[in-house]
Protein backbone atom coordinates (compact mmCIF):
# COMPACT_ATOMS: atom_id res chain seq x y z
CA UNK A 1 0.00 0.00 0.00
CA UNK A 2 1.92 2.75 -1.39
CA UNK A 3 0.03 6.21 -0.46
CA UNK A 4 0.16 9.65 1.21
CA UNK A 5 -1.81 11.81 3.46
CA UNK A 6 -2.97 13.77 0.94
CA UNK A 7 -4.24 11.33 -1.61
CA UNK A 8 -7.69 11.19 -1.86
CA UNK A 9 -7.93 8.33 -4.06
CA UNK A 10 -5.84 6.37 -1.41
CA UNK A 11 -8.16 7.12 1.42
CA UNK A 12 -11.27 6.39 -1.04
CA UNK A 13 -9.24 2.77 -1.64
CA UNK A 14 -8.50 2.43 2.22
CA UNK A 15 -12.22 3.02 3.43
CA UNK A 16 -14.10 1.45 0.63
CA UNK A 17 -11.88 -1.45 -0.12
CA UNK A 18 -8.44 -2.21 1.71
CA UNK A 19 -10.53 -2.02 5.28
CA UNK A 20 -13.87 -3.84 4.53
CA UNK A 21 -14.46 -6.61 6.31
CA UNK A 22 -14.04 -9.08 3.32
CA UNK A 23 -10.75 -8.06 1.85
CA UNK A 24 -9.68 -7.92 5.85
CA UNK A 25 -11.06 -11.88 6.31
CA UNK A 26 -9.44 -12.25 2.96
CA UNK A 27 -6.45 -11.12 4.26
CA UNK A 28 -6.09 -13.19 7.18
CA UNK A 29 -7.21 -16.22 5.93
CA UNK A 30 -4.27 -16.15 3.29
CA UNK A 31 -1.74 -14.82 5.41
CA UNK A 32 -1.16 -11.51 3.69
CA UNK A 33 0.88 -9.55 5.94
CA UNK A 34 -0.16 -5.70 4.74
CA UNK A 35 2.91 -3.34 4.71
CA UNK A 36 2.09 0.78 4.17
CA UNK A 37 4.77 2.87 2.29
CA UNK A 38 4.05 6.43 3.10
CA UNK A 39 4.96 9.33 0.28
CA UNK A 40 3.48 12.09 2.36
CA UNK A 41 6.71 13.92 2.39
CA UNK A 42 8.27 12.43 -0.61
CA UNK A 43 10.54 9.79 0.52
CA UNK A 44 13.46 8.76 -2.01
CA UNK A 45 13.43 5.02 -1.24
CA UNK A 46 9.69 5.12 -2.04
CA UNK A 47 10.16 7.60 -5.21
CA UNK A 48 12.52 4.77 -6.42
CA UNK A 49 10.32 2.01 -5.88
CA UNK A 50 7.78 3.82 -7.53
CA UNK A 51 9.53 4.37 -10.42
CA UNK A 52 10.53 0.26 -10.48
CA UNK A 53 7.12 -0.07 -11.48
CA UNK A 54 6.42 2.95 -13.67
CA UNK A 55 3.90 4.61 -11.98
CA UNK A 56 4.77 8.85 -11.20
CA UNK A 57 3.11 8.60 -7.72
CA UNK A 58 0.63 7.24 -5.50
CA UNK A 59 -1.67 5.81 -4.88
CA UNK A 60 0.08 2.09 -5.79
CA UNK A 61 -0.67 -1.62 -4.62
CA UNK A 62 1.62 -4.43 -5.24
CA UNK A 63 1.23 -7.99 -4.19
CA UNK A 64 4.46 -9.51 -3.48
CA UNK A 65 4.35 -13.78 -3.19
CA UNK A 66 5.99 -15.67 -0.93
CA UNK A 67 8.00 -18.20 -2.87
CA UNK A 68 9.91 -15.46 -5.11
CA UNK A 69 7.09 -15.34 -7.94
CA UNK A 70 6.72 -12.05 -10.10
CA UNK A 71 4.73 -8.93 -7.73
CA UNK A 72 1.61 -8.20 -9.11
CA UNK A 73 0.96 -4.40 -9.51
CA UNK A 74 -3.09 -3.45 -9.20
CA UNK A 75 -4.73 -0.79 -11.38
CA UNK A 76 -4.46 2.60 -8.56
CA UNK A 77 -8.52 2.23 -8.19
CA UNK A 78 -9.39 -0.91 -6.39
CA UNK A 79 -12.70 -2.56 -5.92
CA UNK A 80 -13.31 -5.10 -3.32
CA UNK A 81 -14.27 -8.19 -6.11
CA UNK A 82 -10.74 -7.62 -8.23
CA UNK A 83 -8.80 -8.01 -4.70
CA UNK A 84 -10.68 -11.49 -3.36
CA UNK A 85 -10.31 -12.84 -7.04
CA UNK A 86 -6.63 -12.23 -7.18
CA UNK A 87 -6.21 -13.39 -3.49
CA UNK A 88 -8.09 -16.73 -4.73
CA UNK A 89 -5.64 -17.18 -7.37
CA UNK A 90 -2.29 -17.57 -4.65
CA UNK A 91 -2.44 -20.94 -2.71
CA UNK A 92 -2.83 -20.25 1.00
CA UNK A 93 0.43 -22.13 1.65
CA UNK A 94 2.33 -19.81 -0.81
CA UNK A 95 0.58 -16.31 0.13
CA UNK A 96 1.67 -17.30 4.46
CA UNK A 97 5.73 -18.12 3.50
Known amino acids: DFTAAWCITCKFNEKTV ?4 AVQD ?5 GIVKLRADWTNGDPAITKLLQQFGRPGVPMYVLY ?5 EPYLFPELLTKSM ?5 ETIPKSVASR
Open 83 to 87: ILEKL
Open 18 to 21: LESS
Open 65 to 69: HGQGG
Open 26 to 30: AFRQH
